[in-house]
């Protein structure tokens, strides 16, 4: 019975696609894509409704429309062939394009919000369901001109989820802010027309629908635009910008940087441990840190405090670890310079073992400092650095003239091994037997950052940091040389007058200011694969917690001369691989993760 049309309707499609192939690939592309969401049977009703209304169309242009005519073309769009669903849609709206309107997005959208807006099924009668639908001579020119423009766009841009028609459209007017967060948050503002917190949700999810909905009104929008008179940056935001800028233009990294890149930069035996590992090329957190932190290391010009956020199995540990081996493969008397703290002795274990296959074909030795052995069998680990180096231990402690060969206790020990993987408490165990400990630190590691300053035991924190200062102050009173006084004015460095790096301010504001864009462009990495934000908006946070303060330093003292403390810290938890900054600012994280807003580390 409904044959016939089905089979009209079919015929004009296979035309259509011949004899407009500029136009015709449009509609394919839109079959493709939203067959991924819609499933094939709901595309073929989708894309045979768009090709059906050519003939109409046609005459549409050459005679004034009726409803009659309407409905009647509209009629024939569904086919036998056809899902109950969309043959009721094309019946009950007047036009093609309405029908359209209202089959595309709802199936696009299973959430479909905006559905109300496009009641399904309509009136028996045929009433036009949208405002475009009301008036027929309008509704025939926003058909024949706006179809083929309409489709494209959405089709393509939320199949992932994502709308990037601001970038597409108003790349000029768009593109021209510095301060991209600040930026974003104005545009939110300006979208949603109040302040922050109606950036909730509700709020974003109504923008969203609203540019589903309003696609007639998009469209319209568009015209608008071209027509030339109100191309304000305003305007546009409103019409189309559905995602904060900093989530919708997220840095760009350079990708495939292998090791022979950074060959030059590496030590021949940190290379062929990387072989050896069966590293060639490196993770986008690496390739964005590594260069970095080796480049000013080759130059005696230590990079400051880091701030690194990115997920999980992202490759952090290498990206802290290859430059710490790299930097003391080169060491002549082993000191403990490498503290990596974990919250966890299974996390610890694990990092303990990454440093051992970088550092295999070097000196260094790493020792695991997390309780699991006896206190005093930790301290002949941290004296020994490793049981099959006692023999130098016990030549290097006799050069030192801390204790005669051979003897059997030693006031202060010293500690030869060259990384330590610690929990917190055990630190703090041997910290109170050996306050000397941290004398030659030059590289603090915090990872899982977050993790640490959130437990309840923190007391390691302000031993830690009385152990820098023990040393600087030490440093500051037995030398008058320019290294120690710089020491003695710098609050937090930690580094020995020997490392001499700490005495270039100028250099240290590139990457320990933690407001500056630079450090932005240190840890902005994964954005672009991951869609969500975790950039050095965290460091922001990070910095304004007492880890980044002397305890000498006073609150208003100016942060990016006072952190620094020589260290990589490498911040992550699930929970936090999304800006907190940028979630505190729109109320939630953008991954759907909830976050209290609560600034990390500030139950320290
Ligand atoms: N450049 C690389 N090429 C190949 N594999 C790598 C590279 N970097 C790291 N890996 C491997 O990827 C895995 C995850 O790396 P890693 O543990 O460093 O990630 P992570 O971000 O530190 O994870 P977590 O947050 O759990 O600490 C490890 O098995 C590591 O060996």
Not at 66 to 82: Q, Y
Not at 101 to 128: F, L, Y
Not at 541 to 557: K, V
Request: hydrophobic share 35%; charged share 20%.
């Amino acid at each position: 019975m409904k044959r016939p049309l089905g089979g009209q309707a079919t015929t004009p499609v296979k035309k259509a696609r011949v004899e407009t192939p500029a136009e015709t690939s449009t509609p394919a592309v839109n079959a493709s894509t939203v067959s991924e969401i819609a499933g094939s049977t709901t595309v073929a009703a989708v894309a045979d409704a768009g090709r059906k209304r050519r003939p109409w169309e046609q005459q549409q242009q050459s005679t004034a429309p009726s409803v009659d005519a309407a409905a009647t073309t509209s009629a024939a769009a569904p086919s036998a062939a056809l899902p109950r669903q969309a043959a009721s849609s094309h019946t009950t709206k007047p036009f093609g394009h309405a029908g359209r309107a209202n089959t595309g997005p709802d199936s696009r959208h299973p959430d479909s919000s905006h559905g109300p807006s496009h009641p399904r099924g309509g009136s028996a009668a045929g009433a036009p369901a949208t405002t475009t639908a009301t008036t027929p001579a309008a509704a025939g020119a926003a058909t024949t001109k706006q179809a083929p423009a309409q489709r494209k766009p959405p089709s393509a841009s939320v199949v992932d989820g994502l709308d990037y028609r601001g970038l597409d459209e108003d790349a000029d007017a768009d593109l021209g802010g510095e301060d991209e967060l600040e930026d974003a948050e104005e545009d939110d503002q300006s979208a949603s027309g109040s302040d922050e917190s109606d950036a909730s949700d509700e709020d974003e999810a109504h923008e969203h629908d609203s540019e589903l909905d309003g696609s007639d009104n998009h469209d319209g929008a568009q015209q608008a635009r071209k027509n030339g008179k109100q191309h304000s940056n305003n305007n546009n935001n409103n019409a189309l910008r559905v995602l904060p800028r900093w989530l919708a233009e997220p840095k760009m990294i350079q990708t495939g940087v292998t090791i022979d890149d950074i060959r030059d930069r590496l030590d021949p035996r940190v290379v062929r441990a990387l072989t050896k590992m069966g590293i060639q090329s490196l993770f986008p957190v690496q390739a964005s840190l590594l260069p970095e932190i080796l480049g000013s290391a080759s130059s005696a010009v230590h990079p400051g405090d880091l701030c690194v956020s990115s997920p999980t199995g992202s490759g952090k540990t290498m990206a802290f670890a290859i430059p710490i081996v790299n930097k003391l493969s080169t060491r002549v008397v082993p000191r403990l310079r490498a503290l990596i703290l974990q919250p966890t002795r299974e996390l610890a274990a694990q990092v303990k073992s990454v440093f051992d296959s970088l550092a295999q074909f070097t000196p260094l030795t790493t020792a695991l400092i997390t309780g699991q052995l006896s206190l005093a069998a930790e301290q002949d680990l941290l004296a020994a650095g490793a049981p099959s180096r006692s023999v130098l231990a016990d030549s290097v402690l006799a050069l030192a003239g801390n204790r005669s060969s051979g003897s059997a206790q030693q006031a202060t020990p010293i500690v030869l091994c060259d990384v330590v993987v610690a929990t917190p408490g055990r630190l703090v165990d041997h910290l109170n037997c050996n306050p000397a400990l941290l004398d030659h630190l030059e590289y603090l590691v915090l990872d899982e950052a977050d993790r640490l300053l959130s437990q309840s035991y923190s007391d390691w924190l302000p031993r830690v940091l009385a152990g820098r200062t023990t040393r600087h102050q030490r440093a500051a009173a037995q030398s008058s040389n320019n290294a120690s006084a710089t020491l003695a004015g710098e609050s937090g460095g930690v580094g020995s007058a020997g490392y001499g790096m700490v005495n270039n301010s100028s250099s240290h504001v590139r990457s320990s200011d933690p407001t500056s864009e630079h450090c932005c462009d240190n840890v902005c990495t994964h954005c672009a694969a991951t869609r969500v934000c975790f950039t050095a908006h965290a460091a922001v946070d990070h910095a304004q917690t007492p880890l980044f303060r002397h305890p000498n330093q006073q609150s208003g003292e100016n942060r990016s001369t006072s952190s620094r403390l020589p260290s990589v810290l490498c911040g992550s938890a699930e929970r936090d691989s999304v800006c907190q900054t940028c979630c505190r600012r729109r109320g939630r994280c953008s991954d759907g993760h909830g976050h209290d807003g609560r600034r990390p580390g500030a139950a320290v």
